[in-house]
């Protein structure tokens, strides 16, 4: 099988049973905003030298790829036909789990603070700021055909669990997490 097919080269593309639509369709935005997530969430794990953390990610990919999946099959008898995975109460349960238990090594939160700080935590950052925006698709998409499922709690609750990891390898690496400061405030005012 070729990796490429022509068959996108007019602007469209297939949706997992059958349906063709255009590329700039919410569906297929929302399924590849999520598939961009899947990508950043690697590379954070590729930079991660944190064993917990990968391995807690490379679950994620494969919950996002889910997730991917069934936002691509528009049609549910199509998904129950095909087994089409989505995510489940457990996956976000799984989310809060781990948000809970790396809170625990975190002193609390008292501003906002600037992403940055290691290479990994980074990288968190912006996989964070990538989930948001999948999210804000995917609820547009819900709007106009609503996705039932678990979807929309999966990627709130994830863009959490990015926030406190990437809190979590600066704490690790010894590198305090920078506090935001309003202009008066960095103008001395």
Known sequence: MKVYT???DAGETDLFGGARVS????RVEAYGEVDELNACVGAAAAVSEREDLVTFLMAVQSTLFDIGSYLATPDPA???KAAVPE???ADVDALEREIDRL???LPPL???ILPGG?????ALHVARTVCRRAERSAVRLDAEDPLGGFALRYLNRLSDLLFVMARAENARAGVEDVAWRSRAE???S
Not at 23 to 26: A, D, F, R, T, V
Not at 118 to 122: D, E, V
């Open 6 to 8: 022509r068959r996108g």
């Open 23 to 26: 590329k700039e369709n919410i």
């Open 78 to 80: 199509h998904r129950a």
């Open 87 to 89: 995510a489940c109460a």
């Open 103 to 105: 809170e625990e090594e």
């Open 110 to 112: 008292a501003n906002f």
């Open 118 to 122: 290691t290479q990994a935590a980074a």
């Open 186 to 188: 960095r103008d001395g």
